[in-house]
Nanobody, 126 residues
Framework: EVELVESGGGLVEPGGSMRLSCRAS????????MYWVRQAPGKKIDWLAS????????HYADRVKGRCIISRDNINNMVYLTINNLKPEESAVYYC???????????????????WGQGTQVTVSS
């Protein structure tokens, strides 16, 4: 069974940082691009970052570029997202996403939620 399990969410003060983790299982992790997206209630899906199979190529949305790092550990089937200088409007559920096809390069994550984890809530508030 394919699983993506996010962790690391919670409450963070404005200007603070957060590191999210995603544990993957049930598919060949090192053949899949991985992504992070977020969605706040009533808002559109917001793509944040993408990383290729080897972790050699990363891509970021302009709104997080320079304060966000996506990384992966192909030994332990983990993908991470660190965001610095968080703002209250960035409160959302953050999701780990896997590629819809293995060995396929795409910066854009699939919108089919069958390829998403269950998400972890991040609340930015004082």
């Amino acid at each position: 069974e394919v699983e993506l399990v996010e962790s690391g969410g919670g409450l963070v003060e404005p200007g603070g940082s957060m590191r999210l983790s995603c544990r993957a299982s049930g598919f060949t992790f090192d053949r899949s691009w991985m992504y992070w997206v977020r969605q706040a209630p009533g808002k559109k899906i917001d793509w944040l970052a993408s990383i290729d199979q080897a972790g050699a190529s990363t891509h970021y949305a302009d709104r997080v570029k320079g304060r966000c790092i996506i990384s992966r550990d192909n030994i332990n089937n983990m993908v991470y997202l660190t965001i610095n200088n968080l703002k209250p409007e960035e409160s959302a559920v953050y999701y780990c996403v896997r590629a819809s096809r293995l060995d396929y390069a795409s910066v854009t994550p699939p919108l089919d939620r069958n390829f998403w984890g269950q998400g972890t809530q991040v609340t930015v508030s004082s």
